[in-house]
């Protein structure tokens, strides 16, 4: 029996299929593990060591090999030359493209008619091409809606190897994962990308309810005494060095 070795592991499922790529040309076997884990809750990546790529034992000396090279000395296209991370860096670019184009078209469907309008200098014309054919896809789950009858009921009702679930589960997983990347990519698009913690300059930040220490006593006794208060003030909140401070106080 084959074991697998992990060889590489990221926070970001994007680098694993990239450097699987790599491998693969290769001609070493990889399997990547944790992927849905880490797309449905993002925030237990660290937790789980991240998406990890594994390959078997008698082809982890080479895999690691070909890592190594990949990081330490460049590679070279009719283009020019390029590093790992530059790599990286491009395919995040071009998802940060593809999310633009889906969350322009989700705000104005009518875009789907006139594809024209969709201007972009990352996508070629046959990717564009194969993403609005997608959101004409999600278009049509959108609008999908339960049909359930009479006739079904009793057939599932008498039938004890059918699946009311079939029924119920009208939309596939990944439609609401694409729905929920699209909309935390509205959410970004929407907050100020330059605001920054001005304790420790870090962009962690997040616009949303808060109570400061100097409230806590006052807030406590006042629940205790009538129904349980909620927040009423708002700052941004650094989850980095846990400080809260008004929206403007960083900005002169």
């Not at 797309?39 to 790529?53: D, E, N, T």
Request: aromatic fraction near 10%; hydrophobic fraction near 35%.
């Amino acid at each position: 029996m084959t074991r697998l070795k992990t060889i590489y592991s990221s926070n970001i499922p994007v680098n694993c299929h990239i450097l699987k790529g790599r491998l693969e040309t290769e001609g070493i076997n990889c399997f990547i593990y944790d992927e849905n884990m880490v797309w449905v809750h993002p925030f237990r990546a660290v937790a789980i060591g991240g998406v990890k790529i594994k390959v078997p034992e008698d082809q982890q000396k080479k895999a690691a090999n070909t890592i190594a090279l990949q990081q330490t000395q460049q590679l070279s296209d009719e283009n020019g030359v390029y590093s790992l991370s530059e790599v990286f860096q491009d395919e995040l670019i071009r998802q940060n493209e593809i999310l633009r184009i889906k969350s322009a078209i989700r705000k104005n469907p009518k875009l789907l008619n006139t594809p024209e309008q969709l201007k972009t200098e990352i996508l070629s014309e046959y990717e564009l091409a194969v993403l609005i054919e997608s959101e004409i896809e999600f278009n049509r789950l959108s609008n999908k809606r339960l049909n359930f009858d009479w006739k079904d009921f009793w057939y599932e009702l008498l039938d004890f190897d059918r699946s009311v679930f079939s029924y119920l589960r009208i939309r596939p997983v990944e439609y609401y994962l694409d729905k929920e990347l699209v909309e935390k990519y509205n959410d970004t698009s929407d907050t100020d990308s330059h605001d920054s913690c001005p304790e420790c300059h870090s962009t962690n930040v997040v616009f949303g309810y808060a109570i400061d220490i100097k409230w806590d006593i006052l807030y406590l006794v006042l629940s205790l005494l009538t129904a349980p208060l909620w927040p009423i003030r708002k700052k941004m909140h650094c989850f980095d060095c846990g400080l809260d401070f008004k929206q403007n106080d960083h900005q002169d």
